[in-house]
Nanobody, 124 residues
Framework: QEQLVESGGGTVQAGGSLRLSCAASGSTFSSYVMFWFRQAPGKEREFVANTLGSPESATYADSVKGRFTISRDNAKNMVYLQMNSLKPEDTAVYYC?????????????????WGQGTQVTVSS
């Protein structure tokens, strides 16, 4: 079983940057597709990005494409989300997640393990 712990959330001004980290403690980290999801108040949890690892294969939601970058380091059991050019609409709780299979249009149903979430607030 994988345990995922996010960190790096906080408050940033619009246009700023933030880097989220996710530490995994399980023994099969490299076997999983890794995801970032987010959930804003009153909204459904939505897909942000995922990666299969090296060789790098990453996909992004249209709303973050060109601004966010997902990466992973299997040797360190770490996943990252670099967020640039942040907008107020990016405000949400961000969740690291692990799944067993990559799909073109990921949903929460693809997730096996969830992190606890970390709050990101982007001010105007």
């Amino acid at each position: 079983q994988e345990q995922l712990v996010e960190s790096g959330g906080g408050t940033v001004q619009a246009g700023g940057s933030l880097r989220l980290s996710c530490a995994a403690s399980g023994s099969t980290f490299s076997s999983y597709v890794m995801f970032w999801f987010r959930q804003a108040p009153g909204k459904e949890r939505e897909f942000v990005a995922n990666t299969l690892g090296s060789p790098e294969s990453a996909t992004y939601a249209d709303s973050v494409k060109g601004r966010f970058t997902i990466s992973r380091d299997n040797a360190k059991n770490m996943v990252y989300l670099q967020m640039n050019s942040l907008k107020p609409e990016d405000t949400a709780v961000y969740y690291c997640a692990a799944g067993s299979r990559w799909r073109l249009s990921p949903t929460v149903d693809d997730v096996i393990y969830w992190g606890q979430g970390t709050q990101v607030t982007v001010s105007s």
